[in-house]
T-cell receptor
Framework: NAGVMQNPRHLVRRRGQEARLRCSPM?????VYWYRQLPEEGLKFMVY????????ESGMPKERFSAEFPKEGPSILRIQQVVRGDSAAYFC???????????????FGPGTRLTVT | DAKTTQPPSMDCAEGRAANLPCNHS???????VYWYRQIHSQGPQYIIH???NNETNEMASLIITEDRKSSTLILPHATLRDTAVYYC???????????FGTGTSLTVIP
């Protein structure tokens, strides 16, 4: 059973360009979460999605950032007009359908390291 | 935000037990204690979680005090590959997110 997959693993963008980060959840998982980790800091929650729905985007910056999880295909985190401060590692996690009795931990992917030059 | 307190760093001799403490004095009745670790900027790895009973799996043991205000993660026989940042997190079972604080940086020494 493949784990959470993210691509690309490394992404370099110039200031003002767009960055698209992809996340394929574990098989059978319908919940996706995006986190950002700045250098020397812990992970910070950005957004939680289910198929075709954004459930919680309380951690998303108000501008330039968007996320989607379409019915078919991977979840996409999109950053428009990137700035140097967007340089970070972006991690995706997935979890199965919520049900009482399940442990409901989140499984994380290897991350995408975005560098803005 | 993070509701836990952990020491910033610890050392442990290879082959010995590593005991990582965590204080969560404001934990509420429906919040679980989760432990994750992050090895050298890889994605965080789930270790174990519990509510009030002690838990054990193939990776570690989790000891939660009776008043649930603190817990200890035990790696019974630490290896060099256990060198990582360990995060203690409290969260309701169906919460939307994990709050990762700064964790404990564990270094296993040969």
């Amino acid at each position: 059973n493949a784990g959470v997959m993210q691509n690309p693993r490394h992404l370099v963008r110039r200031r003002g360009q767009e960055a698209r980060l992809r996340c394929s959840p574990m098989k059978g998982h319908s919940h996706v979460y995006w986190y950002r980790q700045l250098p020397e800091e812990g992970l910070k929650f950005m957004v939680y999605l289910q198929k075709e729905n954004i459930i919680d985007e309380s951690g998303m910056p108000k501008e330039r950032f968007s996320a989607e999880f379409p019915k078919e295909g991977p979840s996409i985190l999109r950053i428009q007009q990137v700035v140097r401060g967007d340089s970070a590692a972006y991690f995706c996690a997935s979890s199965p359908e919520r049900s009482h009795g399940s442990s409901y931990e989140q499984y994380f992917g290897p991350g995408t390291r975005l560098t803005v030059t | 935000d993070a509701k836990t307190t952990q020491p910033p760093s610890m050392d442990c001799a290879e082959g010995r037990a590593a005991n990582l403490p965590c204080n969560h004095s404001t934990i509420s009745g429906n919040e679980y204690v989760y432990w994750y670790r992050q090895i050298h900027s890889q994605g965080p790895q789930y270790i174990i979680h519990g509510l009030k009973n002690n838990e054990t799996n193939e990776m570690a043991s989790l000891i939660i005090t009776e008043d649930r205000k603190s817990s200890t993660l035990i790696l019974p026989h630490a290896t060099l590959r256990d060198t990582a940042v360990y995060y203690c997190i409290v969260r309701v079972l169906f919460g939307n997110q994990f709050y990762f604080g700064t964790g404990t940086s564990l270094t296993v020494i040969p």
